[in-house]
């Protein structure tokens, strides 16, 4: 027997349960890769156009243009793929593990050179933000561990 008072959609009666909410750990990883994500694109894409500034403000110049536009250019594929995990978290919450050693290669690096007086404070300052986002990604992989489950799962 139908139900003439349930709400009604293309493909036939809808059932009377709300629609499922998401997670507060869930939101919490969406948040963080999406915020990582445009923080990333706004600091990278820009150093496309900034090969000569660099190598004035930061001498020597740039002797290697493949290696500074390669590491630009693979920094930005990881903000889409930052993009992709804040889509569904629980789905790619696997592949949060790499994005944390992306961040941890960058930071870790910085904060090494600039303990060997190899770093300038400015660049140390962008490894920091990428260890504290390492963080935030691994609160994130913990947490979609704890209840992430997307239903039917």
């Given at each position: 027997?139908?139900?003439?008072?349930?709400?009604?959609?293309?493909?036939?009666?809808?059932?009377?349960?709300?629609?499922?909410?998401?997670?507060?750990?869930?939101?919490?990883?969406?948040?963080?890769?999406?915020?990582?994500?445009?923080?990333?694109?706004?600091?990278?894409?820009?150093?496309?156009?900034?090969?000569?500034?660099?190598?004035?403000?930061?001498?020597?110049?740039?002797?290697?243009?493949?290696?500074?536009?390669?590491?630009?250019?693979?920094?930005?594929?990881?903000?889409?793929?930052?993009?992709?995990?804040?889509?569904?978290?629980?789905?790619?919450?696997?592949?949060?593990?790499?994005?944390?050693?992306?961040?941890?290669?960058?930071?870790?690096?910085?904060?090494?050179?600039?303990?060997?007086?190899?770093?300038?404070?400015?660049?140390?300052?962008?490894?920091?933000?990428?260890?504290?986002?390492?963080?935030l990604f691994l609160a994130a992989y913990r947490r979609t561990g704890e209840g992430g489950r997307r239903l039917g799962d």
């Amino acid at each position: 027997m139908v139900n003439h008072d349930a709400p009604c959609t293309l493909n036939g009666p809808r059932p009377m349960s709300p629609t499922p909410t998401t997670p507060a750990s869930t939101r919490f990883a969406e948040r963080v890769f999406r915020i990582a994500a445009i923080y990333g694109i706004l600091v990278l894409l820009p150093q496309y156009f900034m090969e000569e500034r660099i190598g004035r403000d930061f001498p020597p110049a740039i002797t290697h243009p493949e290696h500074f536009y390669g590491f630009v250019g693979v920094a930005l594929a990881w903000q889409v793929v930052f993009l992709i995990i804040a889509k569904d978290p629980v789905r790619y919450r696997p592949v949060m593990l790499a994005a944390i050693l992306e961040k941890l290669a960058f930071g870790g690096a910085a904060l090494a050179l600039f303990l060997a007086h190899r770093l300038a404070t400015s660049v140390l300052a962008a490894g920091v933000v990428d260890l504290v986002l390492a963080g935030l990604f691994l609160a994130a992989y913990r947490r979609t561990g704890e209840g992430g489950r997307r239903l039917g799962d």
